[in-house]
């Protein structure tokens, strides 16, 4: 639940890296969330109201997110808007997303794999 919380805390942080794990833990709570939703929108007959308040509240979050994540795998942030092509653009992205982060510091920041396992990361000073 951490990585969700996270994203949100970067709410239109479209600079930096964001782990493969970061984002695809973002979506999936992100998924679990959009469901319930749904689901309590039906109960309620509320016309998909919360769902719509939900995904409005989350866009500028998931759209940095992802943003964060093509420029861990060195592309720039820009390549978010291939998902425009019809469908060629949304497996081009789907790969993107799913890639290895870049292993060296690139323009966008340091790899934060070894940032967050560095011993200077587990220090208490």
């Known amino acids: 639940m951490h990585w969700y919380l996270d994203v949100l805390r970067k709410y239109a942080t479209f600079t930096g890296r964001a782990?493969?794990?970061?984002?695809?833990?973002?979506?999936?709570?992100?998924?679990?969330?959009?469901?319930?939703?749904?689901?309590v929108d039906g109960v309620l007959d509320a016309f998909g109201f919360l769902?719509?308040?939900?995904?409005?509240?989350?866009?500028l979050p998931?759209?940095?997110?992802?943003?964060?994540r093509l420029h861990d795998t060195g592309r720039s942030g820009w390549w978010i808007?291939?998902?425009?092509?019809p469908l060629a653009g949304a497996i081009v992205?789907?790969?993107?997303?799913?890639?290895?982060?870049?292993?060296h510091p690139n323009a966008y920041g340091p790899n934060p794999k070894i940032v967050s396992h560095s011993p200077q990361a587990w220090s208490t000073n």
Do not use: H, K, T
């Open 19 to 39: 782990r493969r794990e970061e984002f695809w833990m973002f979506a999936l709570v992100n998924l679990i969330l959009s469901v319930l939703l749904m689901v």
């Open 51 to 59: 769902s719509i308040i939900y995904s409005l509240a989350l866009f």
């Open 62 to 68: 998931g759209l940095a997110v992802a943003v964060r």
């Open 81 to 85: 808007l291939v998902a425009f092509v």
């Open 93 to 103: 992205l789907l790969v993107f997303l799913v890639s290895d982060s870049a292993p």
